[in-house]
Nanobody, 125 residues
Framework: QVQLVESGGGLVQTGGSLNLTCAASGRAYSSYAWAWFRQAPGKQREFVAA????????DYADSVKGRFTISRDIAKNMMYLKIDSLKPDDTAVYYC??????????????????WGQGTQVTVSS
């Protein structure tokens, strides 16, 4: 089992920045791919970014490319999402997910079998 806990969300103005953190415990080493998803009110959970735990290969949704940076610290079992140039459309609950089902940076929600409880990001205009 892998337990995930997100933190770092908050209320920021348009153009601001945030650093989200996902802390993993349990058998984190058994997960091959890690990702950030987000869910806005009334919308489905959507892919934001993913990273391979080993090797660090990354993938980003087109809507966040160039503004978001995903990274991880294997020694600390931590994953991060640096968010710059925030827009009101970025307002959502951000979830971190981990997968021991796939070894690539999947964009599919169903490929991730461990989830955190989410952290709220609100961007004011």
């Amino acid at each position: 089992q892998v337990q995930l806990v997100e933190s770092g969300g908050g209320l920021v103005q348009t153009g601001g920045s945030l650093n989200l953190t996902c802390a993993a415990s349990g058998r984190a080493y058994s997960s091959y791919a890690w990702a950030w998803f987000r869910q806005a009110p009334g919308k489905q959970r959507e892919f934001v970014a993913a990273i391979r735990w080993i090797g660090g290969r990354t993938d980003y949704a087109d809507s966040v490319k160039g503004r978001f940076t995903i990274s991880r610290d294997i020694a600390k079992n931590m994953m991060y999402l640096k968010i710059d140039s925030l827009k009101p459309d970025d307002t959502a609950v951000y979830y971190c997910g981990a997968s021991n089902r796939v070894s690539y940076t999947s964009r599919r929600r169903d490929d991730y079998n461990y989830w955190g409880q989410g952290t709220q990001v609100t961007v004011s205009s």
